[in-house]
């Protein structure tokens, strides 16, 4: 097995946690704890390789879901050991998602070829397991966040893309894109950084309408 593929197993796992973190804090059992973190350690990777046209990874090698099963399973004996499982859930997810970009960005040039479709392919292998998680657990989604979130893997996506024309080892470039990643999610985590929101206006009546 290659570092790189440790990596994409790490990724699984660490999103599979806080999968399990989330049916930790609705309480379910250990089969509810299983099926959320297999959902969320596998969801982005299921989209991408939706999108792409090419078998699903999990499908090809069961070895996935044994990762989030296993992983599932040491959450239910220890979660309650954790003083704050919602922070926790929250950086591991960070870390998740670091890791995914880079994962997802990989696949999607290795398929296509093309440096738009890895950015793409890193950023929904990146938020897409979060967003069903936060979903399926009615917890606050990760999405509508105020800090920066997608950008954080788009950010971790375009670097590998781009890291990619210099020529630097694969591993190199997943080390570079995760790095950058992390720091973006972590420093809007610790730091709160937001882009410009949206501020509304008070539609036009109807009769204000030519």
Not at 172 to 177: F, K, P, Y
Not at 183 to 210: D, Q
Request: aromatic share 10%; hydrophobic share 55%.
């Amino acid at each position: 097995m290659t570092l790189f593929q440790l990596i994409d197993y790490a990724s699984v796992a660490v999103f599979a946690a806080t999968g399990a973190l989330a049916a930790s804090r609705k309480q379910l059992d250990i089969i509810g704890f299983i099926f959320l973190a297999c959902v969320t350690g596998t969801g982005g990777g299921t989209l991408r390789d939706l999108v792409l046209d090419v078998p699903v990874f999990w499908v090809v090698n069961p070895d996935y879901v044994l990762v989030c099963s296993v992983v599932a399973i040491l959450v239910y004996f220890t979660a309650h050991l954790v003083e704050s499982r919602y922070k926790l859930l929250i950086w591991l997810d960070a870390i998740g998602l670091a890791l995914y970009s880079a994962v997802g960005a990989a696949k999607g040039m290795a398929v296509t070829g093309s440096p738009t479709i890895a950015i793409i392919s890193g950023v929904l292998t990146a938020t897409f397991g979060g967003v069903l998680r936060d979903q399926l657990a009615n917890e606050p989604s990760v999405l509508l966040r105020p800090e920066v979130y997608v950008t954080a893997a788009l950010i971790g996506a375009a670097v590998f893309t781009l890291t990619g024309f210099a020529d630097f080892p694969p591993l190199v470039d997943a080390l570079i894109a995760m790095a950058a990643a992390f720091i973006i999610r972590a420093g809007a985590l610790k730091f709160g950084w937001t882009f410009p929101r949206y501020k509304p206006r008070p539609g036009r009546k109807p009769e204000e309408i030519v």
